[in-house]
């Protein structure tokens, strides 16, 4: 587990070839030393206690045995850390997080096979309210919790949506507790196994199989099998969906339920996009009756929709609705619509008749 005891540090990329040979020292060459030293102090401030008090750095992977406790500690007076997220989601009471004088503490008691996955630390520099992260102060380990019967990380659902879109790799993430297991990958109808070329299709024991140039052609209903020392296990199944959207700031129209409303009329106003079914969108309104404090409803609801040419898109509305329409509710009414590449802004106006 870990670094061998005979071995002080990883060897960096290359340095067999500089630093095998006798050769007279040079300038270029002791800063390259140097610069190799800097990168693996990074790696240093993460340990693992071991028994009877003993410490070990940790190496970039970890095999433990399901069912064992690990205690991990890092280095530092502000330690922030990194896990698996599901332990929060369920505030589970088995990871225990401390921050002492000179390091912080991670302890995660009686793991499960669903514990697998990265864990990471680094050091806070803090200016007063402000803090960002000292890249040169930190530490990571992928941890596998092995456990022959949950060949396969658990998760919550038994059925998943990938999105594929035509500009960024896809992953189908059935990832393994056991790092040796045989993993392949299987398409649902036709009933067939896809082939993984190790280019376009890679298997990653610590993310699942990554389609690098997702097309159309790779939508369907797959499935992951994995075989270790037994009979092989089968993952939950993942349906693939295709995504064609451009990307950029949402594509927002806005509506009124009518132009012209009479006084005490129901009036609603809707303002529709149409994008990508991972990219959410943030909806903020501007109207009449604001700087009166006229009371309205606003309601926020998405849902996907299919085109029919296996080409999936999201539509998220907004709906502002104003109950008892009175002279101060007549003119624009204006919708900002948001989302990570920018925003959109939109109006109607509605007249008193």
């Not at 594929?164 to 009933?191: G, M, Q, W, Y």
């Not at 896809?194 to 890679?202: F, K």
């Not at 009756?289 to 299919?306: A, C």
Request: charged letters at 25%; a positive charge; aromatic letters at 8%.
């Amino acid at each position: 587990i870990g670094q061998p005891a005979k071995s002080k540090r990883p060897k960096e990329h290359g340095e067999n070839k500089v630093f095998g040979k006798k050769v007279k020292p040079k300038t270029p060459k002791m800063k390259e030393r140097e610069s190799a030293d800097s990168s693996l102090k990074a790696q240093s401030i993460l340990t693992q206690v071991m028994d009877k008090g003993r410490f070990q750095k940790l190496a970039a992977t970890l095999s433990l045995s399901a069912g064992q406790s690990i205690e991990l500690r890092c280095k530092g007076s502000n330690v922030t850390w990194n896990y698996p997220s599901y332990l929060d989601t369920f505030k589970d009471s088995r990871l225990s997080i401390k921050q002492l004088d000179k390091y912080g503490q991670l302890i995660l008691a009686n793991s499960t096979a669903a514990d697998t996955g990265e864990y990471s630390c680094w050091l806070q520099l803090c200016n007063g309210n402000k803090c960002r992260k000292d890249e040169t102060k930190t530490g990571s380990t992928y941890i596998f919790f092995t456990d022959k019967e949950e060949l396969f990380v658990p998760t919550p659902s038994y059925f998943e949506i990938v999105y594929l879109n035509p500009d960024k790799p896809a992953v189908i993430p059935c990832r393994v507790t056991t790092p040796s297991a045989k993993v392949t990958l299987h398409r649902e109808f036709p009933a067939e196994e896809i082939e993984t070329d190790g280019t376009d299709i890679i298997y990653d024991a610590k993310k699942g199989f990554v389609y690098q140039h997702p097309t159309s052609d790779h939508k369907g209903i797959v499935y992951c099998k994995a075989e270790s020392q037994g009979a092989p296990q089968i993952s939950i199944k993942y349906h693939l969906l295709y995504v064609e959207v451009p990307r950029g700031p949402p594509s927002t129209t806005i509506a009124a339920s009518s132009g012209r409303a009479e006084l005490s009329d129901s009036v609603h106003v809707i303002c529709t996009v149409l994008g990508e079914p991972d990219v959410d969108v943030n909806f903020r309104w501007q109207y009449p009756g604001q700087e009166f404090e006229r009371p309205v409803i606003i309601q926020n609801f998405w849902r996907l929709i299919n085109r029919g040419t296996g080409h999936t898109t999201r539509i998220s509305k907004s709906v502002l609705l104003v109950e008892d329409f009175e002279a101060k509710d007549a003119g624009n009414y204006i919708c900002i619509a948001q989302n990570l590449q920018g925003e959109t802004t939109v109006a109607t106006k509605v007249e008193l008749n």
